[in-house]
């Protein structure tokens, strides 16, 4: 066969191939992704850093767990850091995603495999700005068993009733337990509903918050709440938690000014080190 033919026939071929398999190349698809809305407000990214230093120091997080935050100037994005230990972020390891968990600009940073969390919670969550993920190890237990989670005082009113559990068994059967799939980050955004967190059976808990300092400060009352509930439960006989309308009371009054006077000092503290 005259050569000329043959690599006329090898290139349509090619192409033919590319279309069916919806490969547009390089060009094609750096047009396709997603680009920053911009540079988010530094005392945002300050903020954030702050976020991740203080869950640290309060042991709420370890080496592993992350808190993200929306970006300021679009809902559809939000900010979290690469995934490095919290007590070390800086603003060197802030990235931008999309509410799909897609980063902006990786630039050669790792990610946290279970982004998802937060993107698919900011997803049917409007009033959430901010997501905490963590193993707080007093909590666990109330995700494993059968005694529920409840307020047992006023710092922690934000609990209300009590608090969902959502086990990854449900809808996935057996896995390594990360929420590491849009699929799975639905599963738990929809098992959290329209409360403050939702329990990881055998694994942590997802908290939100309408800003950083509130879903920090629930995090940090949550698992002080749950060391407190423990503690009265082992010391046996009834245990008085917080009635319903008096958690309810605490919430319309302001849940504490939101945080406000401990953000204050959690946040230089953080930002000092």
Known sequence: MNSSILRTRCSFLTTTVAVLLGFAGPAAIAQNAPVSVGPADPELILDLIAANRTLASYGIVDAYGHVSVRHNLDPNRFLMAGARAPALVTEADIIEYTLDGVPIDLNGRSQYSERFIHAEIYKIRPDVSSVVHN???????????????????????????????????????????????????????????????????????AVTGESIPFAVARSIYLEINASIQLQAIGLGGSVSYLDPEEARRVLESGENRGYDRPWELWRRDALAQ
Not at 137 to 162: L, Q, T
Not at 172 to 181: C, F, Q, R
Not at 187 to 193: D, E, K, P
Request: glycine letters at 12%; hydrophobic letters at 40%; a negative charge.
């Open 135 to 205: 193993h707080s190890p007093s909590v666990i237990p109330f995700g494993i068993s059968s005694v529920p989670i409840k307020p047992v005082y006023h710092m922690s009113s934000f609990i209300g009733e009590g608090l969902p559990i959502y086990d990854i068994r449900d809808e996935s059967g057996m896995t390594d337990m990360l929420v590491n799939n849009a699929e799975k980050g639905s599963a738990l955004a929809t098992q959290l509903g329209d409360r403050t967190a939702v329990l990881m059976r055998g694994h942590g808990v």
